[in-house]
């Protein structure tokens, strides 16, 4: 009996095509080079976001520079 280390299968991001979690799959997580750039596209596109939450005191910074927006701070 051999004893082979079975293939993680990881769908990918981008066609959600299932391929090998393994270091031959040099485009890991996603199926090929295209998906790859698909999507590098969408973030360079700023399809995708990252969300962000404000504070009470971002709100209170951001006022005092639209007040006076030669003010500085240094």
């Known amino acids: 009996m051999s004893s082979s280390n079975p293939v993680t299968l990881v769908a990918c991001p981008t066609c959600q095509k ?4 393994s270091t031959e799959n ?4 996603f199926c090929s080079p295209r998906c790859k750039l698909i999507d590098l596209g969408a973030w360079a596109s700023e399809s995708y976001s990252i969300p962000q939450q ?8 951001s ?12």
């Open 18 to 21: 299932k391929s090998p979690w």
């Open 26 to 29: 040099l485009d890991r997580p």
């Open 54 to 61: 404000t504070s009470e005191e971002d709100e209170i910074f």
């Open 63 to 74: 006022e005092d520079l639209n007040s006076d927006p030669n003010k500085t701070f240094l």
